[in-house]
């Protein structure tokens, strides 16, 4: 089956610290993997991706996410968060074998930076 | 930020009641999709639509209907709202629904059934 875990529905963490938001995933065929965030009150909007090549990837606040085959993890992480980054996280992954770009949404994560 | 609005934002219903949903884009994109968004479910896909008149169904798509008769516009039509409706409801679009493309979100609309 085809399926995406986020097993850390809440993550707690003091400004300045750094963060892991776990995001593994499950399937026989290649993937494309995301990084959506949600502010409070607002719709999603993507993070970062990884479709090939180097297998860590950045967006442009900071965050970066690594591919692990072997693992079937896309992990994503930030040295020292800010209070600003408090919002609700989402790992989507495109699988191989649809038609069509068919998002599967893991529960997401909720980051909640604290001063 | 992309071009996509939500109508209405928020709404109350009764229980037996039809509710319609819009979302406008101004993006001449492609494909636009409806999910719904529940605590410990994340996002699930509802129906999406590939073209004017050219829809298919999501994995939750049971008492839901959609259209799209133009291409900025895709309705989200309950046709009988029921409590397990309650949501919050996203419209998204993607230029040609290639895998690789983002997709861009629109702001939301929370429906509460009683």
């Known amino acids: 089956a085809q399926s995406v875990t986020q097993l850390d529905s809440q993550v707690p963490v003091f400004e300045e610290a750094p963060v892991e938001l776990r995001c593994n995933y499950s399937s026989s065929v290649s993937v494309y993997l995301f990084w959506y965030v949600q502010y409070p009150n607002q719709g999603l909007q993507l993070l970062l991706k990884y479709l090939s090549g180097s297998t860590l990837v950045e967006s442009i606040n900071g965050f970066e996410a690594e591919f692990n085959k072997s693992q079937t993890s896309f992990h994503l992480r930030k040295p020292s968060v800010h209070i600003s980054d408090t919002a609700e996280y989402f790992c989507a992954v495109t699988f191989m074998n649809t038609g069509f770009q068919k998002l599967v949404f893991g529960t997401g994560t909720r980051l909640l930076v604290s001063p | 930020d992309a071009g996509i609005t939500q109508s209405p934002r928020h709404k109350v219903t009764e229980t037996g009641t039809p509710v319609t949903l819009r979302c406008h884009q101004t993006?001449?994109?492609?494909?636009m999709y409806w999910y719904r968004q529940d605590p410990g479910h994340g996002l699930r896909l509802i129906h999406y639509s590939y073209g004017v008149k050219d829809t298919d169904k999501g994995e939750v798509s049971d008492g839901y209907s959609v259209s799209r008769s133009k291409t900025e516009d895709f309705l989200l039509t309950l046709e009988s709202a029921t409590s397990s409706q309650t949501s919050v409801y996203f419209c998204?679009?993607?230029?040609?629904?290639?895998?690789?493309?983002?997709?861009?979100f629109g702001p939301g609309t929370r429906l509460l059934v009683l």
């Open positions: 998204a679009i993607s230029e040609s629904g290639q895998r690789e493309e983002t997709q861009y």
């Open positions: 993006e001449n994109h492609r494909y």
